[in-house]
Structure formats: C-alpha cells, structure tokens
T-cell receptor
Framework: AQSVSQHNHHVILSEAASLELGCNYSYGGTVNLFWYVQYPGQHLQLLLKYFSGDPLVKGIKGFEAEFIKSKFSFNLRKPSVQWSDTAEYFCAVMRGGATNKLIFGTGTLLAVQP | KAGVTQTPRYLIKTRGQQVTLSCSPISGHRSVSWYQQTPGQGLQFLFEYFSETQRNKGNFPGRFSGRQFSNSRSEMNVSTLELGDSALYLC?????????????FGEGSRLTVL
C-alpha cells in the first residue's frame, strides 16, 4: 500500500534559519506530489505541487521543493523562515490518473521563534 | 469566489447516533472528496465523488457513506457513531477528477462523540 513518511514531527527554528522538511513516499508508478500547510485555526492550503517537468518547484511564500525520483523524495525547503511560518506542514501523494485520493504524511509541526 | 463551505462547523453526538455532514464545493467544481483528520491517524481519505458517482473509496467501515447531488454538493453520513469517530472531517473540491488543478479544502466539521 502507498505510504508517505515525514521524518520530523516537531521542528523548532529561530527566525532567519533555513528549513528543510523531509518527505518520502512508497509508490513506484506515476505520482503527483504536494505540500500543504495548516496555520493555527485555519484550513489546509496548498503550498506547492509537482505534476511533471522541472523537479524543482516553487510555491507560495518563498517555499520550494525538489522531487528526486530515484530517492522517492519530495523535500520542502525555505532559505529563511519567519515567525509567520509557524504551522503544520503536510506532504501528500496522489497516484497519477483520474483520482483525487491524497495520501498524507503525518505532518510536521514547525514552530519559529522570533 | 466563495471557498468550500462545510456545515455544521462543530457538533456533539453520543455513541450509537448517526450524523450527516454537508459540503458545498467551490462554484463550478464537480469533484468532491472527504478526509478524516485525527491526532492519532492524521489525514485519511474517505471517499471521492464526481458527477454524482463515487470514484474512489478509502479504507473505512460501511458505517461511513456519502453521496453527491446534481449541483455537486455532497453529504457524508456516519451511522452508529463510535468514540473513535471523533475527528475533524474535511471536504475538498476540485474542478474535475484527475485534473492538475488545485484541491481546495474547507475548514472542516469537528465532530465529538461522547
């Protein structure tokens, strides 16, 4: 069965520090990859997505992610975090084809200290 | 345009009762999917509807059911509630199943089972 692993459950950073959140998935076929963010008290929002093409994708708020097919990874990065980035981050995988079924990772809670 | 609207936002039920949750997708979106979010299991896919047809179903017991109406609005029902059904139930809509468009999430219906 498909699964998505997020290696860090809790991350604490100071403002201006660099961020990298790991995400690995287990599925050998065509996949679409996503990072979602959930700010405190708000709904899930899409940060970025990968469907095809350039494996380095840029999203909103300065986030980017790199798809490395050989490693089944889709790590999220941001060069300099801000206090407002405090949120829970979810990696998700969707099999290619006519489906909206997302398999989510367990999430990473990021706390940015001012 | 208005986002994905879920009602009710909060509800409390007792074991053995049943509950119906409603989701109005973004105008023009025909694909609706449902997810359950709990602290222990994270975000799990329940089912997906497109043009009133269930396209995909997650690994949940038959007590969980759903439907979609001709106006794309969707409902999910949970019968014979158990304590473990306490969760945030999220609805997401998309323009069409399998499209590369973004999946938009609602704020969720928080169900507490006593």
């Amino acid at each position: 069965a498909q699964s998505v692993s997020q290696h860090n459950h809790h991350v604490i950073l100071s403002e201006a520090a660099s961020l990298e959140l790991g995400c690995n998935y287990s599925y050998g076929g065509t996949v679409n990859l996503f990072w979602y963010v959930q700010y405190p008290g708000q709904h899930l929002q899409l940060l970025l997505k990968y469907f095809s093409g350039d494996p380095l994708v840029k999203g909103i708020k300065g986030f980017e992610a790199e798809f490395i097919k050989s490693k089944f990874s889709f790590n999220l990065r941001k060069p300099s975090v801000q206090w407002s980035d405090t949120a829970e981050y979810f990696c998700a995988v969707m099999r290619g084809g006519a489906t909206n079924k997302l398999i989510f990772g367990t999430g990473t809670l990021l706390a940015v200290q001012p | 345009k208005a986002g994905v609207t879920q009602t009710p936002r909060y509800l409390i039920k007792t074991r053995g009762q049943q509950v119906t949750l409603s989701c109005s997708p973004i105008s023009g979106h025909r694909s609706v999917s449902w997810y359950q979010q709990t602290p222990g299991q994270g975000l799990q896919f329940l089912f997906e509807y497109f043009s009133e047809t269930q396209r995909n179903k997650g690994n949940f017991p038959g007590r969980f059911s759903g439907r979609q109406f001709s106006n794309s609005r969707s409902e999910m029902n949970v019968s014979t509630l158990e304590l473990g059904d306490s969760a945030l139930y999220l609805c997401a809509s998309r323009a069409a199943s399998g499209s590369t468009g973004e999946l938009f999430f609602g704020e969720g219906s928080r169900l507490t089972v006593l």
